[in-house]
């Protein structure tokens, strides 16, 4: 009897088009699944197999990724404008900055869920001196 391979994955684009996303538990934070996005759905699952393979999220045992927050879920969004117009308004309530600017960035952090697809890899640097406005007092 052969064994399938098991892949441990915090994302993988399949060849056929599928995505599988590493997302936490809404239901045990310490916990995670994988999000499967195919055919404009989403599904919920522990392991996912595909040619030989099964595919089972990253696990947040670990030391460094016990401390890191995933996605709870999916959500559709409107268009990719509203989502940028959404970006800006947090934005606006953390950095004393121009909307031109909050927009660049909200368009840098659209670019970090699809950064593979870029030939580069943008990149982003806060400079000022301090007490310059770089930040507000704004806490969530």
């Known amino acids: 009897m052969t064994t399938k391979p098991v892949v441990e994955t915090e994302f993988v684009e399949l060849p056929d088009g599928t995505l599988l996303d590493t997302i936490e538990d809404p239901n045990n934070p310490a916990r995670t699944r994988l999000a499967i996005y195919r055919n404009q759905s989403v599904d919920y699952v522990d392991q996912f197999e595909s040619k030989g393979r099964i595919y089972v999220p ?11 927050q995933f996605a709870s879920g999916a959500k559709s969004y409107v268009s ?9 308004v947090v ?3 953390c950095l ?8 660049l960035l909200a368009s840098f952090v659209i670019s970090t869920w699809l950064f593979e ?4 890899a943008p990149y982003v640097a806060f400079v000022g001196l301090p007490r310059s406005g770089k930040t507000t007092d704004f806490a969530f």
């Open 96 to 103: 004393d900055i121009s909307l031109s600017q909050q927009t």
């Open 117 to 120: 697809k870029l030939p580069v």
């Open 91 to 93: 934005f606006s309530w």
């Open 58 to 68: 990253i696990s947040k045992s670990t030391e460094i990724l016990k401390h890191i």
């Open 80 to 88: 990719a404008i509203d989502l940028i117009a959404a970006l800006c």
